[in-house]
């Protein structure tokens, strides 16, 4: 059984930065591929990044490329996503997933294992 356990999340103000960490248990997390999810009430579910399980490939949302850098520590069993230029936009609860396979775009359903997911908060 994967689990897997975010951090990091809380409250900061407008173009502060985050970081996010994702522990990863039950597996060898080399075998997965990875990425971060966000939701907030009024948009819902959505992308936000994805890394290969060997860290050579990441994608990123439009709305945070540039702001946000997904990497991995496979010796550690960790995934983090710092976060940079937050706003109010940021604003959600954010989610770790895994899969073994992941065929593009990256969806919430095409994952595996999700977290239950950090709150970040950004005021204005």
């Known amino acids: 059984q994967v689990q897997l356990v975010e951090s990091g999340g809380g409250l900061v103000q407008a173009g502060d930065s985050l970081r996010l960490s994702c522990a990863v248990s039950?597996?060898?997390?080399?075998?997965?591929?990875m990425a971060w999810f966000r939701q907030t009430p009024g948009k819902g579910r959505e992308f936000v990044a994805f890394?290969?399980?060997?860290?050579?490939?990441?994608y990123y949302d439009e709305s945070v490329k540039g702001r946000f850098t997904i990497t991995r520590d496979n010796g550690k069993n960790t995934v983090t996503l710092q976060m940079t230029s937050l706003n109010s936009e940021d604003t959600a609860v954010y989610y770790c997933a895994a899969a073994t396979t992941v065929t593009m775009p990256v969806t919430w359903s095409g994952m595996e294992y999700w977290g239950k997911g950090t709150q970040v908060t950004v005021s204005s």
């Open positions: 039950g597996r060898d997390i080399s075998t997965y591929s």
């Open positions: 890394i290969s399980w060997s860290g050579g490939s990441t």
